[in-house]
């Protein structure tokens, strides 16, 4: 699909943010074009329509297509994109409502409302950029944010939101996380890294630093090989499978009570522990 949207006329870029591995998740899929019209050209291709036929047995549900007609963003930052379905009687509301929506909360750095693309995009999409994550789950979780929620649930058919961007995005992705728009908090991912970290790096240390260490690898070498080792075993074999076990504390749903968050934090302290001792009694045997 890249490859056919590379060979069109005004094709700019494509990003892809892929959710986490062994998890559900969706799969974003952005591609850049300079002007509306060579987009169309490249969306309504014949080829492009062969390739998305062809690609329907890949797809656990049938793709979203959201069309933005606007400049990128000058910086990275942190964004929510929400699509609206409006009937056309009520976008006047709509547009009142719109700008209530926009009222600046601490990280707020931009809003654009992106109106329907005839024969393209039927949605109302509008997009707020933060400059953390925490600032952005802050608002998508404040009091003000909901009251205008249920303020506009006459006025809007439907709505639909996705985040893009976060410290560890890729490992912590569940069904359902797109339709609210946050993921854990911040503090509940740092917790779950360094639990899946901490026995990567003890192992290394075991094995493949002293094998570079018996080689007399450079030093600098040395810790780039550790680094991407270490990532690679982190990211696929190890974060998968803790964030299954601590699905129950990292997503355990809005109405979950507190010591739910509580026992998972305790679970991961007692997790670090037994590391430890593991950790303290191999090297006294070594």
Not at 242 to 255: I, K, M, Q, S, Y
């Amino acid at each position: 699909m890249t490859e056919l949207a590379q060979g069109f006329a005004g094709f700019v870029d494509k990003e892809i943010y892929p959710p986490g591995d062994g998890m559900a998740g969706e799969w974003v899929v952005v591609f850049r074009f300079a002007r509306t019209d060579q987009l169309e050209a490249w969306l309504n291709s014949p080829r492009r329509r062969r390739l998305l036929e062809k690609g329907r047995g890949l797809l656990a549900w049938p793709e979203d297509q959201e069309v933005l007609v606007g400049e990128p963003p000058a910086h990275r930052t942190v964004t929510v994109v929400i699509a609206h379905r409006v009937t056309r009687s009520a976008e006047p509301a709509f547009l009142r409502w719109q700008e209530k929506v926009q009222e600046k909360f601490p990280g707020f750095l931009g809003f654009e409302l992106f109106r329907p693309v005839p024969g393209l995009q039927d949605d109302w999409v509008s997009v707020f950029r933060f400059d953390t994550r925490e600032h952005l789950e802050n608002w998508l979780g404040s009091v003000a944010r909901r009251k205008l929620l249920d303020e506009g649930r006459g006025i809007i058919a439907s709505y639909d939101v996705r985040r893009i961007d976060s410290a560890f995005s890729g490992w912590f992705r569940f069904t359902g996380d797109s339709a609210k728009g946050t993921g854990p908090p911040g503090w509940k991912q740092a917790m779950s890294v360094i639990l899946g970290l901490y026995p990567v790096l003890i192992v290394l240390g075991l094995t493949l630093d002293r094998a570079l260490n018996a080689a007399r690898v450079p030093g600098y070498l040395h810790v780039f090989a550790g680094c991407v080792v270490a990532v690679g075993i982190l990211n696929w074999p190890v974060m998968p499978i803790v964030t299954r076990v601590l699905r129950f504390w990292l997503a355990p749903g809005e109405e979950a009570p507190r010591r739910v968050h509580l026992m998972g934090a305790l679970v991961v302290v007692l997790g670090y522990a037994a590391l430890l001792a593991l950790a303290g009694w191999t090297a006294g045997r070594l």
